[in-house]
């Protein structure tokens, strides 16, 4: 199997569809799961090693500070990982903050999260 590229975490179906159709479209190749849980699990058994992490935490019960610590823990220091955050996560992972590579606040841009993927991956020419 190939390295993926992205990490794509979203429990909300639609949020999930619409970041991954524009991930690819950009170029990158992404493997996108439905909860922190099912990626902390793909993580540990090394079924995914990826060269950066999406996360949006809306949805995802686990997606707290204690379930967002545990994978930014969990990943290696070179692997950055751009959080979306709506407004009543933002005061509880606030705190994690300084760890992310891109804090991006609902409501959900998908250009945004395109353009701060490009911009940490240094790819700004890439399609899109």
């Known amino acids: 199997m190939t390295e993926p590229e992205l990490l794509l975490i979203?429990?909300?179906?639609?949020t999930r569809a619409l970041?991954?159709?524009?991930l690819q479209e950009t170029g990158y190749n992404v493997v996108a799961l439905p909860s922190l849980e099912v990626?902390?699990?793909?993580?540990?058994?090394?079924?995914?090693?990826?060269?950066?992490?999406?996360?949006?935490?809306?949805g995802d019960p686990r997606a707290g500070p204690r379930g967002v610590g545990q994978l930014l823990n969990f990943l290696e220091e070179d692997v950055p990982l751009v959080l979306v955050v709506g407004a009543y996560d933002a005061h509880a992972l606030a705190p994690l903050r300084a760890r992310v590579a891109a804090w991006l606040p609902r409501p959900l841009r998908v250009g945004d999260v395109v353009s701060a993927v490009r911009?940490?991956?240094g790819d700004a020419d890439r399609r899109g």
Request: proline share 3%.
């Open 10 to 14: 979203a429990a909300d179906g639609h």
């Open 119 to 121: 911009r940490i991956l």
């Open 19 to 22: 970041l991954l159709a524009e």
């Open 39 to 58: 990626a902390l699990a793909a993580l540990a058994t090394g079924r995914v090693r990826p060269a950066l992490v999406v996360l949006d935490t809306q």
